[in-house]
């Protein structure tokens, strides 16, 4: 049966209705809002690549890294080895052979155990390159005479009994933060026996430093750079003709794991003034 036209007349009206209040009850845009969405889209199209003076301060970046400097790394350097055997293990393929057989048996040399203690008590750093750079920092003190002498050490009686030419102004491997005055006091001492730093005075605007490099005669095969920091003193006391001074043990062994025996050490220097013209700077 079919339904009477009037019931679907009512239907279509009531669904009008609903879609009319439909559009009725939704909400207009205000004027404050069209005009907002006009800015944006100018906004948008009129900047197509992005403006980096709109970034906060607090995010921005120095037009010029090489500002910041570099942190320089010693990767390259090598750290204290554990013993002698280690060291000698490690220069062994990296030296010349005949050289490195040369070591403590050729007059005037040291051998492995001797850059094993510099090495351990921080005065030699050894670069691992090729072959391998040893650095060691070197105060050399240039003792003061009347009638424009100096004093230097004509040369040294080694352990061994060999002697070793050197005619130059006292010198010392510098300790690890050692400054050159405090170097030079320690020498003066070790050296030359002056115990009392009272009759030691360093010339005021000697300071002088320089870098040398050159294979080193107490390793052969093993380049060596010297940092040398030299001052002028006089020192008081001291005898007027050549004279000779004994050094005892130069690193100091409390547990004996050491072995200073194995090591060549200097014994005797023998000491000579000369005229300061003569002296190599």
């Not at 070793?164 to 070790?190: G, Q």
Request: with cysteine.
């Amino acid at each position: 049966m079919s339904r009477p036209p009037q019931s679907l007349n009512n239907n279509s009206q009531n669904s009008n209705n609903k879609s009319s209040n439909f559009y009725l009850n939704k909400p207009t845009a205000t004027l404050p809002d069209i005009f907002l969405t006009a800015i944006s889209l100018l906004f948008l199209f009129s900047s197509p690549k992005p403006n980096l003076t709109f970034l906060p301060r607090f995010l921005s970046f120095p037009p010029n890294q090489r500002r910041f400097l570099k942190i320089p790394t010693m990767s390259h350097s090598r750290t204290p080895f554990a013993t002698p055997q280690a060291l000698s293990d490690w220069l062994r393929p990296r030296l010349p052979s005949d050289s490195f057989a040369s070591w403590g048996v050729k007059p005037g040399t040291k051998n492995v155990h001797n850059l094993w203690l510099e090495v351990s008590e921080g005065e030699t750093s050894i670069i691992d390159s090729s072959p391998p750079l040893r650095t060691v920092n070197v105060v050399t003190v240039r003792v003061l005479g009347k009638d424009n002498r100096t004093l230097v050490e004509s040369r040294q009686e080694l352990s061994d009994g060999c002697f070793r030419d050197r005619f130059r102004p006292l010198s010392e491997k510098m300790k690890p933060y050692e400054t050159p005055e405090e170097a030079a006091t320690r020498a003066l001492k070790e050296e030359l026996g002056v115990i009392d730093s009272g009759v030691v005075r360093i010339v005021p605007g000697s300071y002088q430093k320089k870098v040398e490099e050159r294979n080193s005669a107490s390793y052969p095969g093993l380049p060596a750079r010297y940092v040398l920091h030299s001052v002028d003193a006089w020192v008081e006391g001291l005898p007027e003709e050549d004279f000779a001074t004994e050094e005892h043990e130069e690193y100091e062994d409390s547990d004996g794991t050491k072995d200073l025996d194995k090591a060549v050490s200097v014994r005797k220097h023998y000491w000579q003034w000369v005229s300061s013209d003569s002296v190599r700077t």
